[in-house]
């Protein structure tokens, strides 16, 4: 059985970081792309950031480019996302997913096999 699950949500001001982690298990995480996204209230699920299974070219989504950082160890199957410099409409629910490598990395939803039950971040100004 497949799980992620998602830690290092918080509050935090505008301006501020946060670090968040998504541990895997029941999969071999050396061979799945390990994406982020995040959902706001009244939106729709958007990619934020994705890594291939060797850790180069991170791929992220214009809106968080030079603040975010995608990274992954594995040897611990787990996916981080450092995030600086927040602002206030970063403030989502952020989610872990997998898809499978065929030699891209994919940002829509709809490719990513695995979901995490997410983490909230709310930064305020």
């Known amino acids: 059985q497949v799980q992620l699950v998602e830690s290092g949500g918080g509050l935090v001001q505008a301006g501020g970081s946060l670090r968040l982690s998504c541990a895997a298990s029941?999969?071999?995480?050396?061979?799945?792309?390990m994406g982020w996204f995040r959902q706001a209230p009244g939106k729709e699920r958007e990619f934020v950031a994705a890594?291939?299974?060797?850790?180069?070219?991170?791929y992220y989504a214009d809106s968080v480019k030079g603040r975010f950082t995608i990274s992954r160890d594995n040897t611990k199957n787990t996916v981080y996302l450092q995030t600086n410099s927040l602002k206030p409409e970063d403030t989502a629910v952020y989610y872990c997913?997998?898809?499978?490598?065929?030699?891209?990395?994919?940002?829509?939803?709809?490719?990513?096999?695995?979901w995490g039950q997410g983490t909230q971040v709310t930064v305020s100004s």
């Open positions: 029941g999969l071999t995480f050396s061979a799945y792309v």
């Open positions: 997913a997998a898809h499978d490598y065929y030699g891209a990395v994919k940002d829509g939803s709809r490719y990513y096999n695995y």
């Open positions: 890594i291939r299974p060797s850790g180069i070219s991170p």
